[in-house]
Every structure is written in structure tokens, then in C-alpha cells.
């Protein structure tokens, strides 16, 4: 099992940037792929990165390409994502999900059984 805890999140001006943390628990934590999804309101939960067990396969959604960068750290059981160059449509709620695998990291939600709580992010015009 993976317990995820959400950070980070807040109120920034269009072109900042925001730093989320994705703090997990768990054994499983460091053989598990890690995805960032968001939900603005009255949409669906949508992939926006993700990163495999060691690091070395990223994927990113396109509109996210080149702003977003996901990393890891297994050594602190941290997964990051830095967002650079925030517009108002990226505005939602960041969640970070978790799968035990070795494989590639999934980019759908129904992949993914280990949810944080989420971490608000909201970019003003």
C-alpha cells in the first residue's frame, strides 16, 4: 500500500511558477509509477504527467510540454512537479496517483489505485 499526501498548491499570477510535492508512504513507493492528474471544476480528472519506478520514462500531456517537468527522488519518497510558465487554464486540483510497476508509467486514471487528496492550484489572469 501507498499513502500520498499532496503540497504546494496555491494562488499565483499567470507566468508564475508552482513546485508540487507528491510526499509518499509505503514500501511500495520506489517500484511504483507515480502520475499528476488534475480536475478543474465540472471536468474530468485528466492526465498530466508521469514518471516510471526509477525515473527514466517521463510523459507529459502536450499542453503541459516544456512547462512541466516531473522528477523523483526514491531515497525521500518524493515525487515533484514543476510548473513553469502557469496560465489560467491550468487552474484545478493537482492529485498524484500511484501503481506498483515496473513498467511503463500509465496515463489513465483508472490505472492508478493509490490517490493523494489533492492540492489546489489556482492562476489568475
Known amino acids: 500500500q501507498v499513502l500520498l499526501v499532496e503540497s504546494g498548491g496555491g494562488l499565483v499570477q499567470a507566468g508564475d511558477s508552482l513546485r508540487l510535492s507528491c510526499a509518499a508512504s509505503?514500501?511500495?513507493?520506489?517500484?511504483?509509477?507515480i502520475g499528476w492528474f488534475r480536475q478543474a471544476p465540472g471536468k474530468e480528472r485528466d492526465f498530466v504527467a508521469a514518471?516510471?519506478?526509477?525515473?527514466?520514462?517521463?510523459y507529459y500531456v502536450d499542453s503541459v510540454k516544456g512547462r512541466f517537468t516531473i522528477s523523483r527522488d526514491n531515497a525521500k519518497n518524493t515525487v515533484s512537479l514543476q510548473m513553469n510558465s502557469l496560465k489560467p487554464e491550468d487552474t484545478a486540483i493537482y492529485y498524484c496517483?500511484?501503481?506498483?510497476?515496473?513498467?511503463?508509467?500509465?496515463?489513465?486514471?483508472?490505472?492508478?489505485?493509490?490517490w493523494g487528496q489533492g492540492t489546489q492550484v489556482t492562476v489568475s489572469s
Open positions: 496517483a500511484a501503481e506498483p510497476t515496473y513498467g511503463s508509467p500509465p496515463r489513465t486514471s483508472a490505472a492508478y489505485d493509490y
Open positions: 509505503g514500501r511500495s513507493f520506489s517500484s511504483s509509477a
Open positions: 514518471i516510471n519506478w526509477a525515473g527514466g520514462q517521463k
